[in-house]
């Protein structure tokens, strides 16, 4: 669903001003449980404010958070592995306290944790760096972690390199082997996913798409990505993150309805416009700030485009992305 806006802060210029959500329950179904819910949290290192006062929440499903680099995901995602704290604000993971030893230990119990950067001990064979793991998890008979590993090695296309050094796989296959690690235990609950497509080539991309569509089924999934178009199409919700804010949250659809009006296709390329794409017949599909001349064509906008609409600057130019 999408929530209502209003801003409360002066807004800061050629940016999004901060947005709060209303939280009125819509007309239809009632919404499923937040599994993460958090309300003022507020992140800084020195006098960068990576999150500021954020109100937000993930429910079942794929949630998918979208934001140019330095907009705070990786910050928020860290939070949400209990790998760092906010200095202010409330914060519930899985109905516990991440502020707490015992909350942290039992939220790590039913999480699954994709970091962005790679995190692999080069000369581990494949199989025993999941086994280690799999111990950290709380699974400790062997032929429960053995089972686990062979699962989740065959769940990434990995199975056939069960027994080689990490340092001898791709870094896309590395990549692979910490989406593995995530899905080791039966009894997780969030998966929290830091750019997890990052070196994958279109076609692991698309397993490890389908990969996730799956446990969006079963559990919440927190995906962060800067390109909207790997995953857009199996979003259960989408959040736009701008200078640790909340800019957009809402389905796909609705994130594409934000360019409505904007998206035109055009004989030739406009100046000014917010992004530009030639298509194969020699036109110009455009996201333009104000209608083209007579003669161009009104398009459907995609989510893409509606995220590269809440990115654009007062002058018309795109955030760096």
């Given at each position: 669903m999408a929530y209502n806006v209003r801003n409360t802060r002066k807004p800061t210029p050629g940016r999004i001003v901060t947005p709060t959500i209303d939280h009125s329950p819509p007309n239809g179904p009632i919404p499923a449980p937040a599994m993460v819910e958090m309300q003022n949290l507020t992140r800084c290192y020195g006098d960068t404010t990576a999150l500021d006062r954020l109100n937000w929440s993930a429910a079942h499903g794929v949630n998918v958070i979208a934001g140019p680099n330095g907009a705070g995901k990786s910050t928020l995602l860290r939070i949400l592995a209990t790998l760092d704290l906010p200095d202010e604000g409330t914060l519930n993971i899985l109905a516990q306290d991440p502020a707490t030893a015992a909350g942290r230990t039992a939220i790590r119990q039913r999480l699954g944790y994709v970091p962005q950067d790679l995190a692999v001990t080069p000369t581990m064979r494949?199989?025993?760096?999941?086994?280690?793991?799999?111990?950290l998890k709380g699974?400790?008979?062997?032929?429960?972690?053995?089972?686990?590993?062979?699962?989740?090695?065959?769940?990434?296309?990995?199975?056939?390199?069960?027994?080689?050094r990490i340092f001898k796989l791709s870094g896309g296959m590395q990549r692979r082997l910490m989406f593995a690690q995530a899905l080791l235990a039966d009894n997780t609950a969030l998966y929290v996913l830091d750019e997890p497509f990052v070196g994958l080539d279109p076609q692991i991309k698309s397993l490890v798409v389908q990969r996730i569509a799956d446990l969006g089924r079963e559990a919440t999934v927190i995906v962060s990505t800067h390109q909207l178009d790997d995953i857009a199409q199996i979003a259960t919700n989408v959040t736009v993150l701008v200078d640790?804010?909340?800019?957009?949250?809402?389905?796909?659809q609705e994130?594409?309805?934000v360019a409505r009006d904007h998206v035109w296709t055009t004989?030739?390329?406009?100046?000014?416009?917010?992004a530009t794409w030639r298509l194969p017949d020699g036109r110009?599909?455009?996201?333009?700030?104000?209608?083209?001349?007579?003669?161009?064509?009104?398009?459907?906008?995609?989510?893409?485009?509606?995220?590269?609409?809440?990115?654009r600057d007062e002058s018309g130019t795109p955030q760096a992305l």
């Open positions: 494949a199989d025993r760096y999941l086994d280690h793991f799999a111990r699974i400790h008979d062997q032929a429960s972690r053995a089972a686990a590993v062979e699962r989740s090695l065959d769940a990434v296309g990995l199975l056939a390199v069960w027994n080689k640790g804010v909340v800019a957009f949250q809402g389905t796909t994130l594409a309805r004989p030739s390329r406009r100046d000014g416009a917010i110009h599909r455009q996201l333009l700030r104000t209608p083209p001349e007579p003669g161009a064509q009104r398009g459907t906008p995609t989510p893409e485009e509606g995220y590269l609409w809440l990115l």
